[in-house]
């Protein structure tokens, strides 16, 4: 339905969350990385995104949210790259019209050490809230 006019068919919850994309500066998407990839409940979740990807794409439209930053932070119990999970992360950015998006902070191994434990993660933590919060 989306696909030829503005809005979502489904009135539910997520109404909730197109209202505060309306109103935000910033998203960040935080996932913990199953298979190397974005968790499924998100990915369900950011299925609903479809109705800012068709008015771009499908019914021409300029970008229905305002321009925004993003960051993305994410987890996984192994030292593997991140670098699927942060493309589809920024994929999903896209459509929310964020278009300054600070590199992937990614903290590994976090079956063997807390990520609250690792410094250099809470430094790059720190960096990409300072990203988002200047102008």
Same mark, same amino acid.
């Given at each position: 339905m989306c696909r030829n006019q503005p809005g979502c068919s489904i009135e539910d919850d997520m109404q909730d969350i197109y209202?505060?994309?309306?109103? #935000?500066?910033?998203?960040?998407?935080?996932?913990? *990385?199953?298979?190397?990839?974005? +968790? @499924?409940?998100?990915?369900? /979740? /950011?299925?609903?995104?479809?109705t800012y990807f068709s008015a771009q794409y499908f019914r021409n439209? /300029?970008?229905?949210?305002?321009?925004?930053? @993003?960051?993305?932070?994410? +987890?996984? @119990?192994?030292?593997?790259? #991140?670098?699927? /999970?942060?493309? +589809?992360?920024?994929? *999903?950015?896209k459509c929310m019209n964020v278009q300054d998006i600070y590199p992937a902070v990614f903290a590994g191994n976090t079956d063997t050490a807390a990520a609250k434990d690792n410094r250099e993660t809470l430094k790059a933590v720190r960096r990409a809230a300072e990203f988002l919060s200047s102008p």
């Open positions: 209202r505060y994309l309306e109103l #935000c500066d910033n998203v960040v998407i935080a996932s913990p *990385l199953y298979f190397m990839e974005l +968790t @499924g409940s998100l990915l369900s /979740a /950011a299925s609903r995104l479809q439209e /300029a970008p229905l949210l305002s321009r925004k930053k @993003g960051a993305v932070l994410l +987890t996984g @119990g192994g030292n593997r790259d #991140c670098e699927n /999970a942060f493309k +589809t992360a920024v994929r *999903l950015l």
